[in-house]
């Protein structure tokens, strides 16, 4: 059973960034996606960006828009969000999201508030 366990969350101003980490216990992590999700307060999750876990090729939504950057360290078992040039429309839960398979976790979530 993989457990995730999200962090770096926090309250930034506009133009700000925020690095969020995300480390996977378990089993260790082979193949499959590793994802970002958010979700706005009021709104359904949507994908941020994920990571095919082996190669590491990256895929970005639209909300990503240039200014997200997903990383891997597979030595730690770990995915990251660097976050710049954050909006009060990134206001919201990230959740870490890894897929394989018939198989999908979650994280508990980091709350990432943006104020004007």
């Known amino acids: 059973q993989v457990q995730l366990v999200e962090s770096g969350g926090g309250l930034v101003q506009t133009g700000g960034s925020l690095n969020l980490s995300c480390v996977a216990s378990g089993p260790t992590l082979s193949g499959g996606w590793m994802a970002w999700f ?5 709104k359904g ?8 876990w082996n190669s590491g090729w990256p895929h970005y939504s639209d ?16 995915v990251y969000l660097q976050m710049n040039n954050l909006n009060v429309d990134d206001t919201g839960v990230y959740y870490c999201n890894y897929e394989k398979g018939s198989g999908s976790y979650w994280g508990q979530g980091t709350q990432v508030t943006v104020s004007s």
Request: glycine share 6%.
């Open 63 to 78: 909300l990503a828009a240039g200014r997200f950057t997903i990383s891997r360290d597979i030595a730690k078992n770990t």
């Open 38 to 42: 958010r979700q706005a307060p009021g």
């Open 45 to 52: 999750r949507d994908l941020v960006a994920r990571m095919l």
